[in-house]
C-alpha cells in the first residue's frame, strides 16, 4: 500500500488525484496544496496548505506522511526544484529535478537541445539576452513570435498578429521583456493548427497519450485574450480531425530525440511528464514548446480514458521499467469545457469583474465528469476565486456525444458563470480542417 504525495491545487491536479485513488493497488493519498482544492482533499487521507516554494515545508510532510513516491502536477514548484529537495530526503518523484525542468522554464535551452543535437521540429530561432541585433533579426522573419525566458504561466508568449502588428511594436515589448526576465527567444510565426501530445519518460522509454487540441483564446471563435486554457477535445481514433497517424509518430519522435539528448547533456535521466506543444505546419510539424508536467486542461481529457493502473505507470517511470509495462487508453472521445466566472480574463474595470468571487450551485451532470480549479468550499456552498473555477469533462464513443454530455453539465451549473459552448463542436473542428486543408493547398501552388 503506496503512500503518494500530490503536490499541485488545480483541476489538473484533481484528475491526477482521482487517477490516484482509482488504482487497485489501495494506496493512501496525500496532498500539498497552494490553496484548498475540495476535490482533491476528498480523495486525500491527508492535505497541507503551503507555498510551492516552502521547501522544508513540502519535505517536512512528506517525511510525516512516510511518502513512498511524489507525483508533481504545476510547474511551480518544478521551477523551485521541488524534485530536487524530494529525492535529497530519499522520496522519488514524478517529475524531473530543476536542471531538468529547464525544458519548460527556459525556452532557450530547450531551442539550443534541439539544435545541438540536431532534431528536427525547430522554427527559425535566435535567443538574446539583450537588444543588440534584435531589430535586424526581425528582417528576415515574415512574422515575429517572443518567448520570456522563464515561466510566465502559460500566458507570456506574443504573436505579431494577435499581440502586436509592426517590428516597433514587438522591439517595445522585447524592452518590456528584458525588464523581468534575463533572455527572450525570438522565432518565426508559424501557420498550422497546434496539438497537444503529452508524454510519459522513464528516461529512455518515451510513450505517448492520445493527442488533445487546447483552446486559448477566451470567447467562442476564437476571439478575446489568451487564457490558461478554457478547454481541449480528444477522439476516439486517437487521432484529431486535422492531424493523422503521421503526425503523430513525428511528435513522438521529437520527443524521444529530445529525451535521448536530455540525457546525453546533462548524464541525468528524464523521469515524469514531457509534454510537447505541436503545430502541424505545411512542411510537417514543427514544436512549440515543451511542458515539463502533464496539460490544464489536457490532462483532463487523457487520465480517464488511462486504462493502465496510474501507480504501476507511475512506479514503472521510477524504476525506469516504461518498456515492460502495457499502457492502453480507452477509444473514446473527450471534450474538457472549463466553467469560469464571466469577468475571467477581463479587466479589473470590467462590470463583470466582481463575478470571479460569486457562489455557485451545481445540479445534476449526468454522467460528465468535474475536475475542481480555484475553488473555494465554505460553509454555505462553493465558491470561484478569480481564475478557471471548473473542468467538465464529456467522454463518449464520438465527439458529437462527448460534446453533447459536456454542454449539458456545463448548463447545470448556476452562477455569473461562463465557458465556451463551441469547443468539440462541428463548426469549430471544421474550421481546424479547412483550415489545414487551405495551407497545404497554398503549398502546393508555390
Known amino acids: 500500500m503506496a503512500h503518494v504525495l500530490l503536490i499541485g491545487n488545480g483541476a489538473r491536479e484533481h484528475a491526477i488525484a482521482e487517477a490516484i485513488a482509482g488504482s487497485q493497488r489501495s494506496p493512501r493519498l496525500y496532498a500539498f496544496m497552494k490553496t484548498n482544492n475540495p476535490g482533491i482533499a476528498s480523495l486525500a487521507e491527508g492535505?497541507?496548505?503551503?507555498?510551492?516554494?516552502?521547501?522544508?515545508?513540502?519535505?517536512?510532510?512528506?517525511?510525516?506522511?512516510?511518502?513512498?513516491?511524489?507525483?508533481?502536477?504545476?510547474?511551480?514548484?518544478?521551477?523551485h526544484g521541488v524534485v530536487?529537495?524530494?529525492?535529497?530526503?530519499?522520496?522519488?518523484?514524478?517529475?524531473?529535478?530543476?536542471?531538468?525542468?529547464?525544458?519548460?522554464?527556459?525556452?532557450?535551452?530547450?531551442?539550443?537541445?534541439?539544435?545541438?543535437?540536431?532534431?528536427?521540429?525547430?522554427?527559425?530561432?535566435?535567443?538574446?539576452?539583450?537588444?543588440?541585433?534584435?531589430?535586424?533579426?526581425?528582417?528576415?522573419?515574415?512574422?515575429?513570435?517572443?518567448?520570456?525566458?522563464g515561466l510566465t504561466g502559460g500566458k507570456g508568449v506574443l504573436v505579431q498578429g494577435d499581440h502586436f502588428e509592426t517590428p516597433a511594436e514587438a522591439l517595445d515589448h522585447c524592452r518590456a521583456i528584458f525588464k523581468d526576465h534575463p533572455g527572450?527567444?525570438?522565432?518565426?510565426?508559424?501557420?498550422?493548427?497546434?496539438?497537444?501530445?503529452?508524454?510519459?519518460?522513464?528516461?529512455?522509454?518515451?510513450?505517448?497519450?492520445?493527442?488533445?487540441?487546447?483552446?486559448?483564446?477566451?470567447?467562442?471563435?476564437?476571439r478575446g485574450p489568451n487564457t490558461g486554457g478554457m478547454g481541449s477535445y480528444s477522439c476516439a481514433d486517437h487521432l484529431?480531425?486535422?492531424?493523422?497517424?503521421?503526425?503523430?509518430?513525428?511528435?513522438?519522435?521529437?520527443?524521444?530525440?529530445?529525451?535521448?539528448?536530455?540525457?546525453?547533456?546533462?548524464?541525468?535521466?528524464?523521469?515524469?511528464?514531457?509534454?510537447?506543444?505541436?503545430?502541424?505546419?505545411?512542411?510537417?510539424?514543427?514544436l512549440i514548446e515543451y511542458n515539463a508536467r502533464l496539460g490544464d486542461p489536457e490532462a483532463m481529457n487523457?487520465?480517464?480514458?488511462?486504462?493502465?493502473?496510474?501507480?504501476?505507470?507511475?512506479?514503472?517511470?521510477?524504476?525506469?521499467?516504461?518498456?515492460?509495462?502495457?499502457?492502453?487508453?480507452?477509444?473514446?472521445?473527450?471534450?474538457?469545457?472549463?466553467?469560469?466566472?464571466?469577468?475571467?480574463?477581463?479587466?479589473?474595470?470590467?462590470?463583470?469583474a466582481a463575478s470571479t468571487s460569486s457562489r455557485i450551485e451545481i445540479g445534476p451532470v449526468q454522467g460528465a465528469r468535474l475536475y475542481y480549479s480555484s475553488i473555494d468550499r465554505r460553509s454555505d456552498g462553493l465558491y470561484m476565486t478569480s481564475s478557471r473555477a471548473i473542468g467538465v469533462v464529456g467522454i463518449a464513443a464520438d465527439l458529437p456525444e462527448a460534446e453533447r454530455i459536456a454542454e449539458r453539465a456545463v448548463s447545470a451549473i448556476r452562477g455569473p458563470v461562463d465557458h465556451r459552448p463551441d469547443i468539440g463542436t462541428e463548426p469549430l473542428v471544421r474550421r481546424r480542417v479547412d483550415h489545414m486543408r487551405q495551407i497545404k493547398a497554398n503549398t502546393s501552388h508555390k
Open 184 to 222: 527572450l527567444t525570438v522565432e518565426e510565426k508559424l501557420e498550422g493548427e497546434e496539438f497537444s501530445l503529452q508524454c510519459f519518460s522513464d528516461g529512455r522509454t518515451v510513450v505517448a497519450t492520445p493527442p488533445v487540441q487546447d483552446h486559448k483564446r477566451r470567447f467562442a471563435g476564437d
Open 302 to 352: 487523457i487520465l480517464p480514458l488511462l486504462k493502465t493502473d496510474f501507480i504501476d505507470l507511475c512506479q514503472a517511470i521510477l524504476s525506469g521499467g516504461l518498456d515492460r509495462l502495457d499502457i492502453a487508453f480507452d477509444r473514446k472521445a473527450t471534450v474538457c469545457k472549463y466553467v469560469v466566472p464571466k469577468g475571467y480574463g477581463l479587466p479589473a474595470d470590467h462590470p463583470e
Open 84 to 149: 530536487d529537495a524530494l529525492l535529497a530526503a530519499g522520496v522519488p518523484a514524478v517529475g524531473p529535478t530543476k536542471a531538468l525542468a529547464r525544458l519548460e522554464t527556459s525556452k532557450s535551452f530547450t531551442r539550443n537541445l534541439l539544435e545541438k543535437y540536431r532534431i528536427p521540429g525547430n522554427p527559425c530561432f535566435r535567443n538574446f539576452t539583450s537588444l543588440d541585433g534584435i531589430e535586424a533579426f526581425f528582417e528576415g522573419l515574415t512574422g515575429i513570435v517572443l518567448k520570456p525566458d
Open 47 to 79: 492535505t497541507r496548505i503551503g507555498r510551492y516554494n516552502d521547501l522544508e515545508s513540502i519535505i517536512a510532510f512528506a517525511k510525516e506522511a512516510k511518502i513512498d513516491f511524489a507525483v508533481v502536477g504545476p510547474e511551480d514548484p518544478l521551477g
Open 240 to 286: 484529431l480531425p486535422f492531424l493523422d497517424a503521421d503526425a503523430v509518430s513525428q511528435g513522438l519522435e521529437i520527443t524521444r530525440k529530445v529525451a535521448a539528448a536530455i540525457r546525453e547533456e546533462t548524464g541525468v535521466p528524464y523521469r515524469g511528464i514531457m509534454y510537447g506543444g505541436f503545430m502541424i505546419t505545411a512542411s510537417g510539424v514543427k
